[in-house]
Structures are given as C-alpha cells and as structure tokens.
C-alpha cells in the first residue's frame, strides 16, 4: 500500500457559519476561524475542511453558490480568506475548500443568463427540458423534497434542481461547464488551497432521457443521477486537467456509493479521488420506505450493533490494498455522533471517547467534525420556529402541514435527526451565548453550554478533548493506526465491537463496548499478546489485568499493542 500523507491525518471539519463570529453580527466567520487556529494546533489536527465560504444568498447555508470566486460578505473577504490560509499554514495545517459543483445558485450569473432564453452563450450551462403535458419533464423528487423540477417562464421550459429549487443542476454534459468548473478549481489551488471536499460529487452524471423513477417517484432511489454513466469520464478529465497537477487532498462526498463504486473512484493507481465519504453506516437507524417517504432524515429506528459491524467490516476489507475510505460519525448533515450512537447522558465522556477511538483506530482517514472533541450533543427546541435547515423545514411542513402528522411527533424525528443538531453554534464558554458571539447568534446555542464547552474541557486533563489529542498524537507514531489490515473478531459479541489492526509485526487489539451494560470481552484463541501493552483507555485499567478474560465498563474502550 502507497504511504501518502492525506492517509496520516486528521481532518477536522468547521461549519463557518457557527464556528466563532468575530464582529457580533451572530453569524460565524473567518475571523473567528483565525483567532482559533491555536486551538486547533493544540488539537493536533492537520488539515481542516471548510464547509463553503463562497458567496452566496444562503438558501442552504452556502452549498448554493452565486459566485465561486468571492467570499461571502458575512464571512468576510478574499483578503481575509488570505490571512487565514497564511496563517494555517504557518501552523502547519493544511486547507480544504467544499468544492459544490453539482449545482449552483439560481442567483448564479451562468444561471440568471441561462435563464434569460435557449439561445444565448449560458444557455446549456444548466438541465432544461420542455414540460410534459403541462407536468414536469420527469417523476424525480428533490432530495430536499416536491418536484426536482422548476418552471421558467422567460424559457418556457423547466430545469432540474436535485436540492432545493434555488439549488440548480449543472449540465455536466457541456464541455463549458466542465472547463469553467477546472478554471475555477486552478485559481483556487493556485491560491494555495490544499485540496478539496466535493459536494454530491457522483450526482454530476444524469442518465441520457432522464427516465422516470420507478415507484412512480414516490421515493428517492436517485437511480439514474448517482453514479451515473459519466461519472468516472468526467472524473479522469477532472484528474487530467487539475488534480494530477497539485499534491493535495480530495474527497468525494458520494451518498449511495458501493464499495465497487469507492475503489473505482479511488483506486490507487487507477482511480480520480484520494477517498470518499461513503453513508451506509448513516442508513441504519431509519425506517424510510413506504410511500411519500421523505429520506432518512424523516424517520427514526434503533441501530443495532451487529449492523454497524458488517457495514463498516465490508468497507473495511473491500477497500483494502485497493482504495481508501474516509471515517465518520457526525458533520455538518448529521445528528450528533454522541447522542446518534453513544449516550448524551450519562455516559457522555465515556461513549464521545469510546466512539472517537472506533473512528481513529480503523482504517481510512478520520474526520473530526467542530465540537465532537467536547463532546457536544443533539438539541431539541419546542418549535420548529427555532430551527433553520432548509431540510428540516421542508420536512416538518410536509409531514405536519400537508399529512396532518402530529406536531410533537414530528419535532421529536427532527430532535433525532435534524441536520441542525450539527450545526448549533460552537461551545467555547459559559459565558453568554456560549462565547460563540457578543450579538445575537443566527441559530440559538444549545442549552447544555454551560456545562459542555471548550473552556471547561481545556480545564480537565481527563476531558474529551485531550482525549482526541492523544489520539491524534498517536497516530503520528503508530503506523498500524494508519497502515495495519483490518479484521473483525467476536464478530457476534452483542456489545463489544473488536477488532485488530496488523502491520508486519506490530499488531493492535482495539476492544469496544458500545452499551451502557458491562460487557465480558474473552481473547479469542486464535489472538495472541504476550506482553501486550495498553495504547490508550477512556477508564483507568489495572495494568496486571489478565487479558485473556476481562470485564469491560459501560462505554469502555481499550487499545492494546
Ligand atoms: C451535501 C451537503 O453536505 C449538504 O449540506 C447540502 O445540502 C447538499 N449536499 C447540497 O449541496
């Protein structure tokens, strides 16, 4: 397996808009990301991922672009983008741009032209298509939810906005665009970015006749636009024409990718990417079938251990020697990983640490998203007023307003689910608003802050967050953290999630008790630790402890080498 440097990091990803507003305004900013780089450093992380800071009118909080080249004037200026690339990399950390070119704004120049008539120079820069009987061209449900279709007068004609309808799909299949877009990627690796997050990234490619979905479109299969028949074509241009050109980092965010799909995309010698964010492990506590679905996010089951196994087992061993995966609980889309598949109570530190070391010690690059390393949790306002997501609202409207579901049932789905349990403002504090900002924040702070915050956690030597600082150090000096193959063992323990990392003859025995009970972990026979030594444990252990046979705390997690 090739040794690169984007497999020895840490990713931490910042959702600017509640990372730390600088200027009192209650909207995050660059400022703010800049007066916190210090903290980062001590985190040890080594490269950050910024969901976008481009301009844009913020229908989906700046995945809906209308100037790829500018900064948004809430975050601050390109001068200030400057300043704060110059100083990561005085620190030594590296900086990842959210590329989001499946879509952009309608508020987009290409899009306001293309709009204006089916003969001008933009005017194929987007998918537009006549109306079929006085109907939308196609069946095709926005992930965000309605029609994917939106009419324009001025065209007589309807475009396709997988998102939401300010969300418009770029037309791939135009040369111009695929060129615009590279042009767009150089200026901004010429600037010194060191690689990038691409948004939706296997949606580019739509199916030639855009057929229907099946099910008459009562669900989102999104059979004929994720990973459509293009996709690698346009990918190995993309790799071509800019990517081969710069050593940086590149993920595909790519929902609903195989692991067949993930090594295409990411084969060592013959792939585009240097990894991708894969979402079966997302999938597992929901329930979306059934009619009028409206996705995942709309509905709540319990996860069950035994399927975190085989889904992260398959990554595990698929990917190996072949691709490379990118390791995950929680962003700026998801819940919480804490509240999602630990204990927000409780067993609060011990679950956040006892998942952080399932994250750091498989194989694949781990991703931190803001706040995890505090151990911040789900919120849940009492109206839907509180919340912000385009997603979340469309959600509730839908389910309340139009199927007359109860409201309380409804609010306790989106208390689960809701992408705005990611993206409450950062805890820095118990001062006001979290310290997050002197003015009035754009979406209200969780009310737990004045117990879980930076400041409280930088105070405790047994906190969350110096527990990801080890973690993080260890993986600079243990290379079976990075390289060593995986194997699954006690493969059908109900509690216990084990399993051992092997390179050469260094080996890592990683034992996780995912429930709130004590679990009895036994040393399967066919593993062997003669003077095995403890890597790092969220619990105090007894150093004599007998390995072959031993009683694990709630939420305990070890790692033995
Ligand atoms: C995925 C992004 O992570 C999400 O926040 C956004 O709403 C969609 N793509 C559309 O850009």
Do not use: C
Request: proline share 6%.
């Amino acid at each position: 397996m090739q040794k690169k440097w984007w497999k020895e990091s840490v990713v931490y990803q910042i959702y600017p808009r509640s990372f730390l507003d600088s200027n009192g305004d209650g909207i995050g900013d660059l400022g703010g990301i800049i007066q916190k780089l210090d903290y980062l450093k001590l985190l040890g992380v080594d490269v950050v991922w910024l969901s976008p800071v481009y301009r844009s009118p913020n229908d989906d909080n700046g995945y809906d672009i209308s100037d790829y080249q500018d900064i948004m004037p809430e975050f601050g200026t390109l001068a200030d983008f400057t300043v704060l690339l110059k100083e990561m990399h005085r620190r030594e950390i590296k900086l990842v741009m959210d590329l989001v070119v499946n879509h952009t704004s309608d508020e987009h120049p290409w899009f306001l032209a293309s709009r204006q008539s089916k003969d001008n120079p933009f005017s194929d820069y987007y998918i537009w298509r006549p109306g079929v009987d006085g109907h939308a061209p196609n069946n095709w449900q926005s992930r965000f939810g309605g029609s994917a279709w939106q009419y324009e007068p001025l065209r007589d004609e309807y475009y396709l906005h997988l998102f939401s309808r300010k969300q418009a799909d770029l037309n791939w299949e135009n040369p111009k665009v695929r060129q615009a877009v590279y042009a767009m990627m150089h200026w901004w690796l010429k600037k010194g970015v060191d690689g990038f997050r691409m948004d939706v990234i296997n949606m580019i490619s739509k199916v030639p006749g855009l057929p229907d979905e099946p099910d008459g479109g009562s669900q989102q299969h999104g059979l004929y636009y994720m990973n459509g028949p293009r996709l690698l074509e346009f990918l190995g241009e993309m790799k071509r024409e800019v990517l081969s050109h710069y050593d940086i980092l590149t993920v595909g965010e790519t929902p609903g990718v195989t692991t067949r799909h993930a090594i295409q995309i990411t084969h060592e010698e013959k792939g585009f990417l240097n990894m991708v964010f894969q979402f079966e492990h997302m999938s597992l506590d929901s329930s979306p079938s059934g009619p009028d679905s409206l996705g995942e996010r709309s509905s709540v089951a319990p996860w069950k251990l035994a399927d975190l196994k085989t889904v992260m087992s398959r990554w595990e061993k698929d990917l190996e020697g072949q691709g490379w995966n990118s390791i995950y609980l929680n962003n700026h889309d998801q819940p919480r990983m804490v509240s999602r598949f630990g204990d927000d109570g409780q067993y609060r530190v011990e679950s956040a640490k006892m998942l952080a070391t399932f994250v750091h010690l498989l194989q694949g690059t781990p991703y931190i998203y803001q706040g995890e390393e505090i151990g911040m949790t789900n919120v849940a306002f009492d109206t839907i007023a509180d919340y912000n997501d385009i997603e979340t609202k469309n959600i509730y409207h839908k389910l309340v307003d139009e199927k007359g579901q109860d409201p309380q049932a409804v609010l306790k789905v989106i208390h689960a689910k809701s992408r705005d349990n990611a993206r409450t403002p950062m805890q820095w504090s118990a001062g006001p608003q979290a310290g997050f900002t002197s003015g009035k924040p754009w979406l209200k702070v969780n009310p737990n802050y004045p117990r879980i915050n930076v400041e409280q956690a930088l105070a405790d030597p047994n906190s969350i967050f110096y527990y990801y600082q080890k973690l993080i150090r260890l993986r600079k000096t243990v290379p079976a953290m990075v390289y060593g193959t995986y194997n699954l063992i006690l493969a059908e323990h109900a509690q216990i999630y084990a399993f051992t990392r092997t390179l050469a003859d260094e080996q890592l025995l990683v034992i996780l008790n995912f429930s709130p009970e004590p679990a009895v972990f036994e040393l399967p026979a066919d593993v062997r630790y003669p003077g095995a030594g403890l890597l790092i444990a969220n619990y105090p252990v007894d150093p004599g402890e007998d390995l072959r046979r031993f009683s694990l705390r709630p939420y305990e997690a070890r790692v033995y080498r």
